[in-house]
């Protein structure tokens, strides 16, 4: 069992965060890296960021280090710059109380490495380490490390009261590294669910984006478990209970979006995309005679959902905006054979930049079905992609701007410009997608009538 050993010397541990280390501890003070980049060291995991946590107080960090930020200097922690590279450094500290349930109302600094270990949110980010000391592991960190285990370190019911987040956090960590949460624990996260309405959007996004973007997003149901779904998605619990009886399908439509995002490439915009793609289909069901499950209008429905979804979590308009056009269009073509002029019109709807992406998204949907028809769906998808790319290497017209004729062409042969001059654009641009060989200027001219 224990392939983890208390005292471990050897994490390795980047120069710049073992210099701030030594110079603290130079000048007589204690200073250990802690939280997650020991749980990660430990793991063989990249660790994001080194944080380091000492007695030094804020002050007297900020006299020792040449360039620093006070990042948080109310909190006790100060970033030390070390070239382009940011380091927190953050006294020993003891959190006040939580009345709001999001921020301690006061912290309170403390010579104690143990305080400052106790106030942490799991067993396993709440361990210290220094090359002097080596481990620093009072809660049971390491054993609940090498068992897989997700542990509040205390009082589960004290500690998600005092802070929603965590309760989001354990299920975030659970997906990263696949450990189950503890029975206590999770006990209390059910119980304490509904205080993570009080969580603003942006920290539930990050969490969310984590878990997504983790080797296990299918974690996510659990969620539904845990009561967490029903505060920071709705949506997802209504998809997991909509089954789908249909022979393309094997599983409800929340477990196959999961994992249809657990096939995709690691990307924020694919996996959430996954993740909403068929979030339309629970309204948009209809059961016919033979007891066969539709979903008519799902994608369509699923856009806008999705739109008022992630304005909800407060994600950026450029992320707001893809993710859409992939849930939109994610099974376009699926049943047509793919003809140039088909292929073209898809290319002009989507943009030829989004290609590949939507062909990923088609591909991660038909892999989460079922094995009927399975393998013609991806050879399709694989047709359509050689169409699409065949008609981009060609330069077929696909937007305005490929057009022939320019705005000034049409100013001289009498159009108006604004509306007029718009909607004989876009008449040409639907002419040339049927029929690529009328994009010449001599062409669209003589016939502009036509375009009219
Ligand atoms: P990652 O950086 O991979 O997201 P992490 O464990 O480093 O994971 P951070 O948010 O960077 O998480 O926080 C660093 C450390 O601070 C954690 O390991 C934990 O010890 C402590 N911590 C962070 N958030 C909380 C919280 N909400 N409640 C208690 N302790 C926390
Ligand atoms: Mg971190």
Known sequence: MNNLYKNVKNINIPDNALDILNKLSEAGFEAYIVGGCVRDSLLGREPMDWDITTNAHPLEVKKLFKRTIDTGIKHGTVTVMKGQEGYEVTTYRVDGDYKDHRHPESVTFTPMLREDLRRR????????????????????????????????????????????????????????????????????????????????????????????????????????????????????????????????????????????????????????????????????????????????????????????????????????????????????????????????????????????????????????????????????IERLKDKALEIIERGDALCLADLAVKGADLIEAGIKPGKEMGDCLKAMLADVLNTPSHNTREYLLRHIKNYL
């Not at 209390?188 to 959007?201: M, N």
């Not at 979903?295 to 407060?314: C, D, T």
């Not at 998204?361 to 038909?366: L, N, R, S």
């Open 121 to 380: 949110d799991f067993t396993i980010n709440a361990m210290a380490w220094n090359p002097d000391k080596g481990l620093v592991d009072e809660f049971g960190g390491i054993d609940d490390l090498n068992a897989g285990i997700i542990r509040c370190v205390g009082d589960p019911m004290e500690r998600f009261d005092e802070d929603a987040l965590r309760i989001l956090r354990a299920l975030r960590f659970s997906a990263q590294l696949g450990y189950d949460i503890e029975e206590d624990t999770a006990r209390a996260a059910k119980t304490l669910s509904d205080t993570l309405q009080r969580v603003s959007a942006e920290r539930i996004q990050t969490e969310l984006i984590k878990i997504m973007t983790s080797d296990r997003p299918t974690r996510l149901l659990e969620g539904r478990e845990l009561g967490i779904n029903k505060v920071i998605l709705p949506e997802l619990d209504e998809a997991i209970a909509c089954d789908q009886n249909t022979p393309h399908h094997q599983w409800n439509v929340g477990e196959h979006s999961l994992r249809a995002a657990e096939t995709i490439r690691n990307d924020k915009i694919l996996r959430l995309s996954m993740l909403l793609h068929d979030i339309g289909k629970p309204s948009c069901k209809t059961t016919d005679e033979a007891g066969i499950d539709h979903f008519k209008g799902h994608a369509e429905v699923g856009a806008e959902m999705a739109n008022n979804i992630l304005r909800r979590l407060k994600m950026d308009n450029a992320s707001i905006k893809k993710i859409c056009l992939l849930v939109r269009y994610h099974d376009i073509m699926m049943k047509t054979e793919p003809t140039d002029k088909l292929v073209r019109k898809m290319l002009s709807v989507i943009g030829p930049e989004n290609l590949d992406d939507l062909i990923s998204v088609k591909k991660a949907d038909v892999s989460a079905q079922s094995s009927y028809m399975q393998e013609e769906k991806l050879l399709g």
